[in-house]
């Protein structure tokens, strides 16, 4: 049996058993599935309900399947013309390896096609010949529990707090691989058009934030060396900058500081020897601006603001809820490169994204095994494996064979 | 004798009130007087020129007040006869500046926005701010100036909190989608007068063409560099460029100082043409070009950028000695006093690299 009939048999015993969570109007989203390693072979399928979904689940078995954010007032047009967008979930999708957490060092690696160098980490271009890498990549807790507090930030911060969604409102779900997605749907989500999705997509990230629209004053250096500004008390991007820059002058060291605003570490330490009585300032709405060499001192504090306070905001993929025609891995699935379930998340404080999703528990398969580093899954670790033939449970074979690195024996 | 509702719809004509108010005159098009008509087609041929508009009327009495109520409600209808985007975004800009130009006292703001919005979507109780909108309510109406940006207003629970200096710009950007907006009806059944009009009107349509465009008074798309060609081609063959393709051509041509309207003219060529989100879109990157934060985000992108978003083809010699669209035209259209050093520059500066 090879690879992907072995999967596509273990897929197919799944959905046989098991029931896909109810996808909201189904009959007016396009859906897309792909096969082993490929996460998209066709799309514009439809379902007119959850069981001819399920159905089709079992008959055909796809191993990736994604659902639309959008809704279709046609569902059986081709173009997106004539599909007619009607409306739309907003989603917010967080994936560990746009967070560079250090674990990446240990358990990623890449390898040069084309001159064969290969090394440890997430490198996407060659250093020695600058060719395009073969990445390796793998989860662990801390890199998947670094995905779980950004989201946790956006949606303290941003959703229920600034944007006033209900918890109801929110659907969170394990992507089945490396991260987390976020579907807000309600009826003031469904009638927003695209250009309000811009809107709140760059809320979340600070795209554009304008320093005098939050209450920064045009500086009168003539009159004084320090100019209004928001305040850490103010509402929503204006508190925001203000706590930011309390909290970076607090944590900054000379050497960073500056490099921030172009002067010399010398002026750096005499500055930070008032780090009080500037924090002082910013707390009373008197911004210090003397030492800020540029034309403009005010862009330099609204792009550090931006750059500490939407930490976690900046790293939404922002194409992702701006691009209203992009398909989702349908929640409840399996993922096609784990074998994982790609789960709703109930309560995220004890979700186990290595374990919860686990799909097959029960059986063994003698796979061999090219390489893999250590990894836990399902409670257990396993590895580091270099070309090893054993008998793994399901779960972890399944693993394995999902993400390319296995043979079935 | 003229009342304070009378005063404000004419004001405020895209209001509930105003509605109301026109309602009660009975309007019958066939009694409309024919001076009134000459009016109106003056009007709509003005704006259609973009000749500079006054929409004050001379002095303020029942009689002048209800014309010019009449003349937005038939100059509104011949406009959507016409089915013209620039005129739409004219005629809804001419009014909403005028709205924005008599929004003076507190409490005319304060009835505006208890016509315009529901109890329920607004909000008294944040110090400091005037009022709060509900955040959908809000997003209704696409900014169009830096500072209505969702971003650059602050939220809570929800609500969208405006100032003493934001909240009658919002109610201008209010006026501007309400009255564009209005136009989304069926204009089968209007009086052939007015088909004649708007006929007049299209044909009058003025189109400023930037200077930079002109090589001895004429047009010289034919000088854009390959990739920009490539873009208004696909268009041309009624395509819509992707989310990219769409930021650099916009960028583009703003960069060489082409008005919206000319742009919009551009993408009106595809059939896949959407107006809302085209004029928002390119409003949109009209405002964040120049822009002081953030503005790198949005100018033209350079050749790299290009490289990287797979939007550089047909590359051609010239091509070899710039690194971005804009210094391509210029070369071409024969910038060379300024050019020449500039490109000396980048080509020394790409070779290092
Ligand atoms: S090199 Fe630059 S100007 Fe020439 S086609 Fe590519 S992006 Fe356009
Ligand atoms: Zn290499
Ligand atoms: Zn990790």
Redesign the pocket.
């Known amino acids: 049996m090879n690879e992907k009939s072995f999967l596509k048999t273990k897929f197919r015993e799944y959905y046989l058993k098991n029931r896909i969570p109810l996808l909201p109007r189904i009959e007016q989203r396009e859906f897309g599935v792909g096969d082993f390693k490929k996460k998209i072979t066709s799309r514009h399928l439809n379902f007119p309900s959850m069981n001819a979904l399920k159905d089709y689940l079992v008959m055909e078995t796809p191993l990736h399947i994604s659902a639309s954010v959008a809704y279709y007032g046609n569902v059986k047009g081709r173009t997106m013309d004539e599909k007619q967008w009607v409306g739309t979930d907003l989603i917010f999708e967080f994936d560990s390896d746009e967070l560079n957490p250090p674990c990446m060092e240990t358990h990623d690696s890449w390898r040069c096609p084309k001159c064969k160098k290969a090394g440890h980490g997430s490198v996407r271009a060659c250093p020695e010949c600058g060719s395009k890498t073969l990445l390796d990549s793998w989860v662990c807790h801390q890199c998947l529990n670094a995905a779980r507090e950004q989201m946790q930030k956006l949606i303290d911060d941003f959703l229920l707090s600034d944007f006033g969604f209900e918890k109801k409102d929110l659907s969170l779900n394990f992507s089945g691989n490396r991260g987390y997605h976020i579907y807000i749907r309600n009826d003031v989500v469904y009638n927003l058009d695209k250009s309000a999705i811009v809107e709140l997509m760059n809320y979340v990230t600070g795209r554009n934030l304008d320093p005098i629209s939050h209450g920064f004053a045009e500086p009168d250096f003539s009159k004084s060396q320090k100019t209004y500004g928001p305040k850490p008390t103010d509402l929503g991007w204006s508190g925001r900058i203000a706590r930011s820059a309390i909290d970076y002058i607090g944590k900054a060291d000379a050497k960073s500081f500056a490099v921030d605003f172009n002067i010399s570490t010398q002026m750096a330490h005499r500055i930070l020897d008032r780090k009080e009585e500037m924090v002082r300032g910013i707390e009373s709405g008197l911004w210090p601006l003397d030492f800020v060499k540029t034309k403009n001192p005010l862009e330099i504090w609204a792009s550090l603001a931006q750059r500490f306070a939407a930490r976690s905001a900046a790293e939404v993929d922002a194409q992702v809820t701006s691009d209203v025609r992009k398909i989702m891995r349908l929640p409840g699935s399996l993922h096609g490169a784990t074998g994982l379930i790609a789960m709703p998340v109930k309560d995220l404080d004890r979700f186990d994204p290595l374990k919860d999703p686990i799909a097959f528990k029960g059986g063994s398969t003698k796979i061999n095994v090219s390489r893999a580093p250590e990894f836990t899954l399902g409670g257990e670790t396993f590895g580091p494996y270099e070309n090893k033939t054993l008998e793994l449970s399901d779960f972890a074979a399944v693993y394995l064979i999902a993400k390319g690195v296995a043979v079935i024996v | 004798m003229w009342s304070q509702d009378l005063l404000f719809s004419y004001e405020y004509p895209f209001t509930n009130e105003a509605r109301n108010t026109l309602t009660s005159f009975n309007l019958v098009f066939e009694n409309v007087p024919k001076a009134e008509i000459e009016e109106t087609k003056k009007l709509v041929i003005a704006i259609a020129k973009k000749k500079k508009i006054d929409l004050t009327v001379q002095e303020n009495s029942g009689d002048t007040l209800k014309s010019a109520l009449v003349r937005y409600t038939l100059a509104k209808i011949i406009i959507g006869v016409s089915n013209s985007e620039q005129l739409k975004v004219r005629f809804a800009k001419e009014y909403s500046d005028f709205s924005y130009s008599r929004l003076k006292s507190e409490k005319v703001i304060m009835d505006l926005l208890t016509d315009l919005f529901d109890v329920d979507s607004l909000s008294f109780d944040e110090k400091d701010y005037l009022v709060g909108i509900r955040l959908e309510k809000y997003l209704k109406y696409p900014p169009r100036e830096k500072t209505l940006e969702l971003v650059n207003r602050n939220l809570k629970n929800g609500y969208v909190y405006l100032t003493k200096q934001s909240l009658p710009l919002f109610l201008k950007n209010v006026a501007y989608w309400e009255i564009y907006n209005s136009f989304d009806k069926d204009y089968s059944k209007a009086p052939h007068t007015f088909r004649e009009i708007a006929k007049e009107a299209k044909g009058a349509i003025y189109i400023p063409v930037p200077k930079i465009f002109l090589t001895k008074g004429k047009l010289t798309p034919e000088k854009f560099?390959?990739?920009?060609r490539a873009l208004s081609k696909s268009i041309a063959e009624g395509n819509m460029p992707g989310h990219f393709g769409n930021i650099a051509l916009t960028t583009f041509l703003l960069g060489i100082g082409a008005p919206v309207d000319f742009i919009l003219e551009t993408y009106k060529q595809s059939a896949k043409f959407d107006p809302k989100v085209a004029t928002y879109q390119i409003q949109y990157l009209a405002g964040k070009t120049g822009s002081r934060t953030g503005s790198e985000k949005y100018s033209a992108p350079s050749?790299k950028k290009?490289?990287d978003w797979n939007?550089?083809?047909?590359?051609?010699p010239?091509?070899e000695k710039?690194?971005?669209?804009l210094s391509?035209y210029s070369a071409k259209i024969g910038n060379f006093k300024k050019k020449g050093k500039a490109d000396e520059r980048k080509v020394v500066s790409k070779n290092k690299v």
């Open positions: 560099p390959p990739c920009i050749c290009m490289q939007l550089c083809v047909n590359r051609d010239l091509c710039v690194s971005h669209p391509y």
